[in-house]
């Protein structure tokens, strides 16, 4: 099986070799700027790709593996590993860890145990199956999606190994994003097209009239569930910040908005509609409880943001709101993917509530496909874990952004992109978990090396962080 570097891995790769070689904890920042590259591959087997996120997450578990075995080495001689956190299992933590072990055991029996269900696959096609179903039985992306995952919780154990220093980590994805759209929209015959469309494994939007930009994402609406998450962080950063950094958040604010109306995409706007939504009843719950005067100039002063860049780009706004809700409410489309959705139901039904295990069947909302594929137990679980931390997420000030670009990036994809491996979505969780560990429940293991029992930690699971 022949396996290939693309032009864009082999910039990874030396980004890799840099960070192990110089700095390890920086490999955060290059899983960040991977990010805007998610269905991009770094490295080509067969007829799949690995994206460049996900090969750079694979080290940082390797990182993992050998900071673990160091701190456990130095225990024994009674010195904690430089660098390193106590992995110290919180509830919410706990949970994901739980969530993985339930997702590997029914991935590998359920589709033996529920065999002939009909499910939609991955790789059939949505619009192809819904009145087709495809028997359920094992398939390539049972393993893939359960490899997604394994990692994916393994990344969130690294970082809160060795979390990150500031969590403005997350501004080198937003501006290599921001940066590579708008070489794309406005240079698009410089643009190495090939470079980026170079995953077997996707197939790529193409659309010749210029009506809708993708920049490097797939489809719009990958990029429109990027500049939701981003334009919720930026947002949010934009009133902790000082007066030099609110113009460069301000300038990328514009950017985005601007993004949005060319990319003109539904998830964008369902995501950043939500979340704004739920900043006014966050800020009026905030005032009701708290009324100080510094909270009513902030939530004033969020308002009157909003308003000025409605007013300022308010024709582009209402063009293009109104016509994506138009459009996708009257599109076959919307019909299927509700379709699918209804569907994921009649699989947990037929599968007793277990789910039919990972990559076994797609409908087109994450959460949807958590019950479908792991049941009634995995979603709980999951939902137990995303819950707790974008819990302390917004009720903590210093990663308070974190948090709304993890709610955006959860709307959008309980919305419109049911897939679990989208690197945005396991790179701001850690961030949270990493947070939580290091602020609230780490200790130190050169004073004390108790350990909490198995009660206690399962007693975590039904407590919020």
Known sequence: MLSIITPIGWFFLVGIVACLVGSP?????LM?????FSHTAMLVVGSNGLSPFWCVALVAVGRLFYLQFRRT???RRARRARGAQALSLTGSTLALLFFGAYALLITAVGPALFEGVGVITPRGGLDSQIDNFTPLT???SNVAQTAYVTVGVLLVMYLITEPP???RVIEAAIVTGFALTLFKHFLPDSWPQEWFDSNPSYY??????GARERGPFAEPSLMGMFLGMSLAYLVASFWRASLVTRVFYSALIGIGVYLYSVSYTGTALLALGSVAGAAVLYGLWRIIRYGTKQVRIYFASAFALITLIVFVFWNVVSKYTLDIVVEKLGSDSFANRNASNVNSFRVLLDSFGLGVGLGSDRPSSLFFVLLSCVGIVGTLLFMRATAGYLAYGLRTPSVSPIAWAFMAQLIAQLVAKPDISMPGLWLLMGVLAASYNAREVGFDTEKENVQPTFKERIGTLIRFP
Request: charged share 15%.
């Open 138 to 140: 094992y398939t390539t």
């Open 73 to 75: 080495r130095n225990l």
């Open 32 to 36: 960040a700027i991977a990010l805007p």
């Open 165 to 167: 220093r500031s969590i």
């Open 204 to 209: 790529y939007h193409w659309i010749f009239d």
């Open 25 to 29: 904890r920086s490999l955060i920042w």
